[in-house]
């Protein structure tokens, strides 16, 4: 890399040089009222050199990336591909007049069902959750077999009459794997999608007035990484990887409804 931008800048340096060195003598050509072939090239030259230094450009490596100059310049413009890098490990450096880390799931914290500080579960590790193939319904039409998988991380109950009680997991989807038209209840489900296929993954929101699921009057949407969804109380929704390569996978938040103490 160090020798490639030493070479760019080589190169800058020698077109600038050019254009200089033209542009005099075409001023030069010009002034004793010169109109030459000589001095029409020494112009031309002049011209050239000045694109070819406003193109070249140094191509540094960006953090996270392997990024390299695909080609040449569109309008004057040098694209870049980005190659995405695996993310290695992070080692922390040891502390420095702070607590020591730790690799527990649970804290001292202020609980409001018993109003009091208690050892409560505040981190859900992925390595100890529990993955759950989810059960297919009937319906389905004939090599539409593959199901998501679901894993919980959190199972919150209701701690007081002002705080909700609520569930959070995440769920894969396999390539062209489906998960089945389900109604929420009276609970809130917000989804987020953390990897997908652009544009390959389906939400399915039944339509209204109508009791059970039904595909072809179903809202029916098309998503990619990075984007919510929620559904609300009383409603139907059907989730579905389009995807034949790639799985996606969604964070999920389901808030339960506030119980009745009368």
């Excluded at 993310?87 to 922390?92: K, L």
């Excluded at 919980?152 to 002002?162: G, I, K, L, R, Y």
Aim: glycine share 6%; proline share 8%.
């Amino acid at each position: 890399m160090c020798e490639q931008t030493a070479t760019l800048f080589e190169s800058a340096s020698l077109c600038k040089t050019g254009f200089r060195t033209h542009r005099l003598r075409a001023r030069r050509a010009f002034a004793t009222g010169s109109t030459t072939p000589v001095a029409s090239q020494h112009a031309q030259f002049a011209r050239h050199a000045a694109c070819r230094a406003a193109q070249i450009a140094p191509v540094l490596p960006l953090f996270g990336h392997d990024t390299r100059a695909t080609d040449t310049r569109a309008n004057g413009v040098r694209r870049l591909s980005k190659k995405h890098t695996t993310v290695p490990p992070f080692t922390p450096p040891p502390p420095t007049h702070v607590s020591p880390l730790t690799h527990e799931s649970q804290a001292i914290v202020w609980d409001n069902s018993c109003e009091a500080y208690t050892n409560v579960k505040i981190v859900s590790y992925q390595s100890a959750m529990v993955t759950t193939a989810l059960p297919i319904a009937d319906g389905r039409k004939p090599g539409q077999d593959t199901v998501a998988l679901a894993a919980q991380a959190f199972n919150v109950p209701q701690a007081s009459e002002d705080i909700p009680g609520w569930i959070s997991g995440h769920v894969v989807v396999p390539p062209e794997g489906i998960k089945d038209a389900e109604g929420v209840g009276m609970c809130s489900q917000v989804f987020f999608v953390g990897t997908c296929q652009p544009k390959s993954f389906e939400l399915a929101i039944g339509a209204p007035d109508e009791d059970a699921f039904n595909e072809e009057t179903a809202q029916r949407f098309l998503l990619s990484e990075g984007d919510f969804f929620h559904v609300p109380p009383n409603n139907i929704y059907r989730i579905q990887n389009h995807s034949s390569q790639f799985q996606a996978k969604l964070f999920w938040t389901i808030i339960r409804p506030m119980a009745n103490e009368d």
